[in-house]
């Protein structure tokens, strides 16, 4: 698709719908935007926040809108797969916000159709369009670090906003919804070479007590294709008043000609006011204390959105209006993603090894 101007649907006027339809409708090549939601309100609500000249509580109405050309999938993770079914029917390009689905019999579904229409199809992994992985990506393109051996990629956040995802979908869990992040961000860096082995384990406290499946913190070591051995964590169960608003990581790569450290817990610029700031994620949370810049999609400065999210959605529009080569993570490596993930949460669960890829 290399068109002037396009058409832009957004799926879902939630947190990251609203973020994306704000966007597309600020990119001087979108000329008309939809949105949906199945709450209208809330459809109105962001067709008037991003100017929007269609809005509807139902996804078809705005997919199968004759003014859109492309389509956002902004819904919540299980209800990804029938406006990405139903926008590959039309022929229609589609970003869909990660995971690909919350189950591997979900995203074989998906497979299928996209097999069958051979439309395109992409996954919003927004670590890749953080600048400090962008770095990171051009130094392992360059061949700095040689074959890379070993690796490490961490995660922590506050229970607050675990909170909040696991409202919205208790099978959102901090390894399905999160953790796949720096999956897809190793397994981009290795590009070629997949993972074969998981062996994880878990520990069960805060968010069991609160009636949910999932485990306060994750270590996981994955064995890579070639060899390279991964040690993957996270916890999603740090004080709810922790400074950080949103992802705070570090990631390691051990090569056989160099090494990359990247920081980015974002403790290098912290703002504390007793007038509370506002947390990105979870309505009515304010911290008086706040790591700026960790709030993971990006932050609004100057009338404008900067971050990785931002960068994202500017990244996919430009590809569908000039046809630049995009970083964007393909529906495979989404498939990827999503099954060693499984395979995490599937040996906390036995104890046991797992192989990959998985028996269906």
């Known amino acids: ?8 649907a957004v799926i879902g006027s939630g947190r ?3 973020l994306r339809a704000r966007l597309s409708g600020m990119h001087p090549s979108v000329r008309f935007l939809a949105v949906s939601d199945q709450d209208p309100a809330r459809a109105k609500a962001l067709a008037e926040l991003s100017g929007a000249q269609f809005h509807t509580s139902d996804n078809n109405a705005a997919i199968e809108h004759p003014d859109v050309d492309a389509v956002f999938v902004s819904t919540p993770e299980a209800l990804h797969g029938a406006p990405i079914i139903r926008a590959l029917e039309l022929g229609k390009p589609v970003l869909c916000e990660k995971p690909i689905a919350l189950t591997l019999k979900a995203a074989d579904e998906i497979m299928e159709v996209l097999a069958k229409t051979g439309g395109e199809l992409r996954f919003g992994y927004s670590r890749r369009y953080k600048e400090c992985f962008l770095r990171a990506k051009e130094q392992m393109n360059q061949g700095r670090l040689g074959n890379v051996i070993s690796g490490m990629a961490r995660v ?4 607050a906003q675990t909170f909040q995802i696991l409202k ?3 099978h959102a869990t901090p390894v399905l919804d999160v953790l796949t992040y720096y999956v897809d961000l190793m397994c981009w860096f290795l590009e070629g070479n997949r993972p074969v082995e998981v062996v994880a384990r878990g520990q069960y406290g805060i968010f069991k007590k609160a009636g949910y499946n999932a485990h306060d913190a994750t270590w996981a070591i994955v064995t890579f294709a070639d ?7 996270i916890s999603y169960a740090l004080p709810a008043n922790f400074p950080t608003q949103g992802q705070s990581d570090r990631v390691e790569l051990l090569g056989t000609e160099g090494t ?14 007793e007038k509370g700031i506002p947390h990105p994620y979870v309505p009515g949370h304010e911290l008086n204390m706040a790591f700026l810049g960790s709030n993971s999609a990006g932050d609004w400065a100057l009338g404008n959105f900067w971050g990785s999210l931002g960068n994202e959605t500017r990244a996919w529009i430009d590809h569908l209006v000039t046809g630049a080569p995009t970083s964007h993570t393909t529906p495979e490596q989404a498939r990827i993603n999503l099954e060693t993930t499984v395979a995490i949460e599937k040996s906390v669960a036995t104890g046991q090894a797992i ?3 998985l028996e269906m």
């Open 1 to 8: 698709m290399i068109k002037k101007s396009i058409g832009i």
């Open 16 to 18: 990251i719908g609203t």
């Open 156 to 159: 922590y956040n506050s229970r």
């Open 168 to 170: 919205r979908d208790p």
């Open 227 to 233: 060899g390279a051995v991964l040690n993957f964590g």
């Open 260 to 273: 990359m450290l990247i920081d980015d817990d974002h403790k290098d610029h912290i703002l504390f006011t």
């Open 355 to 357: 192989r990959l890829p």
